[in-house]
């Protein structure tokens, strides 16, 4: 089940990005704060980054919420395990240049 719960918000994210709509990871998101370290992988970033930029050419800004949200979410399970795949594929530095 540990390793179920690694995943679970990662798999919820896969469906929204497949359109199967966001409203399973905000109902998780206002559950309760998890406090199981989220596993990622390097295209999950990348299908991120695009779904963050369409939902806000959409203007859809409560989509965008959600998925800054799952970004805070993977940072400190990043910082807790002592990685940063976020540096390493330039997220953080994506977010210090734009303007």
């Known amino acids: 089940m540990a390793a179920h719960a ?8 896969i ?17 309760k704060e998890t406090d199981t370290l989220q596993k990622y992988s390097n295209s999950l970033l990348s299908q991120l980054d695009k779904a963050l930029r369409r939902e806000l050419d959409r203007n859809d800004f409560h989509n965008v919420s959600l998925l800054l949200k799952c970004i805070q979410l993977y940072f400190k399970s990043d910082l807790q395990q002592g990685t940063s795949l976020f540096v390493e594929q330039g997220l953080v530095e994506k977010m210090s240049i734009t303007p």
């Open 15 to 31: 469906d929204a990005f497949k359109g199967k709509g966001y409203q399973k990871i905000s109902d998780l998101l206002q559950e």
């Open 6 to 13: 690694e995943d679970y918000l990662e798999s919820l994210l």
